[in-house]
Every structure is written in structure tokens, then in C-alpha cells.
């Protein structure tokens, strides 16, 4: 591992497991794809034999996360058990604002630090995530989720300058079906003025976001919508 984790460069992937299954897996590892693409960075395997390897991984009790790393040195894959309390989805998050700009959001490379200063100082704060502010005023995701938000019965979310989540595109695909969804980059002011916010992860999922820099969202509380699309992607894993 300390040699995998040395090199400059690097991509991963993190996978979890809903009752021993890896989620969308053919999707995580096309992305892993792309993004060692992007760096120049060869992945030996087929997707048979990794996709098999990481099934041997998801062979544990309870639920899992993996992490897929993948540098010029080699490949490791961590499998951890999950622990989160569950209150995140009863209660909602908080979330903090920090100024981050990405350089090339779309890649999941181990080169993060920017991003990884931001959530640790959000996290030390008692917050959930660090929302990543652009120079422009916008703020596409947040460190280690994506962002949505809610006004006036329209789901928002941004379609550039992000990583393209997994998690996001299957609620995507779920909210379509019964809400009007529009693609935008918020400002800090359009979160304090939604009904409604959230975030996705592959790790929990939807996670509704309460208060922003200890600002409440709507009436501070899950909103509609937002326990609807959570109802329906717990019917989806």
C-alpha cells in the first residue's frame, strides 16, 4: 500500500455493497476507466477479472465500502465495514461553505488536497461535508458529495464543473419520472432561498442537507421531496 499510495499520480473509485452486492458496479469501474484514461494511467486488468475481484472483496457481513486505487505502481482494494449513524436521514446535516476550485473535477484522482483540506476542516467543525465555492461565486458539489436543491417543487442540480456521481445519475433517472428537474450552478444565496436540499454519495445515498453554515434550509427539517426520492432509491438498492 505505501508504495501504491507514494506515486503523484493516481485515480480510485469507491464502491458500496448493499447486502453483499456491489452498487452499480459496471459504472463505477467504467469511470475508473475514463479517469485513468484522462491520466495516462494503464489499468492491466480486464473488466472481467476486476469485476470478479472486487465480488471476492463484497463477501463480508453488513454493509461495505470498497476503495479502488490505481496508479502507475499498481492497484489496492480496501474493504471497510460502513459506520454512520443512521440520524443523518431522520434529521438531515449540516453542511459549511468553503473556497475551493477544482481543477479537473470530473477525474477521481488521489490529487485532491484542496478538496480533502476542505473536508476535514468542515468535519472538525462538526459538519457533514465541505460545499466547494468557485471563484465565480458558484458551487457545484461539495467535496465528497453532489449537490441538489429544491424550489418551488423543481429539483436543480449542476451539470459542469462536478464529478458526474453514480448515486447522482440513478436519482436523476428516479426524480424524472415525477418531478421537473433543471440543471443550473447555484450560488449561496440560491441555497439559503430553497425549499429543500440534498446531497448523494455513494457511501450513504441520499442525505438530506438541513442547514447551511449553521443557516436553516427551508423549515430545518427533511423536505418532501427530498423523503420521496430517498423512499424511492431505497426501493432502487
Known amino acids: 500500500m505505501s508504495v501504491i499510495m507514494k506515486n503523484h499520480r493516481g485515480v480510485f473509485e469507491t464502491i458500496r455493497t448493499y447486502r453483499g452486492r456491489p452498487f452499480e458496479l459496471p459504472a463505477h469501474l ?49 474493504a471497510t465495514a460502513l459506520r ?12 459549511a461553505t468553503y473556497q475551493v476550485e477544482r481543477k479537473n473535477p ?23 461535508d465541505a460545499l466547494l465555492v468557485r471563484r465565480d461565486a458558484t458551487i457545484p458539489e ?12 423543481i429539483i436543480y442540480t449542476a451539470n459542469r464543473h462536478i464529478l458526474y456521481g453514480i448515486t447522482r445519475a440513478v436519482i436523476l433517472q428516479l426524480a424524472k419520472r415525477s418531478f421537473k428537474i433543471d440543471y443550473f450552478l447555484p450560488t449561496l444565496h440560491d441555497l439559503y432561498e ?24 427551508g423549515n430545518g427539517k427533511p423536505g418532501p421531496i427530498t423523503k420521496q426520492l430517498m423512499k424511492l432509491f431505497e426501493r432502487y438498492v
Not at 477479472?49 to 461495505?64: A, F, H, K, M, Y
Not at 490529487?111 to 462538526?126: C, H, I, L, P, V
Not at 461539495?142 to 417543487?153: D, E, I, W
Not at 446531497?199 to 438530506?208: D, E, F, K, Q
Open 30 to 78: 467504467r469511470r475508473l476507466r475514463a479517469s485513468a484514461r484522462t491520466l495516462r494511467i494503464p489499468i492491466l486488468e480486464n473488466n472481467r477479472s476486476l469485476t470478479q475481484r472486487i465480488i471476492t472483496q463484497c463477501r463480508i457481513r453488513g454493509e461495505t465500502r470498497l476503495k479502488i486505487i490505481v496508479t502507475p505502481s499498481g492497484r489496492l482494494i480496501e
Open 142 to 153: 461539495a467535496s465528497r458529495s453532489n449537490l441538489f436543491l429544491v424550489k418551488h417543487g
Open 194 to 217: 430553497a425549499d429543500e436540499c440534498f446531497l448523494t454519495r455513494t457511501s450513504t445515498g441520499i442525505v438530506p442537507v438541513v442547514k447551511v453554515n449553521r443557516r436553516k434550509i
Open 106 to 128: 470530473a477525474v477521481k484522482s488521489i490529487e485532491r488536497k484542496a478538496e480533502d483540506t476542505a473536508y476535514a476542516k468542515a468535519s472538525n467543525r462538526g459538519y457533514f
Open 84 to 95: 454512520f449513524s443512521k440520524k443523518i436521514y431522520t434529521s438531515g446535516v449540516a453542511v
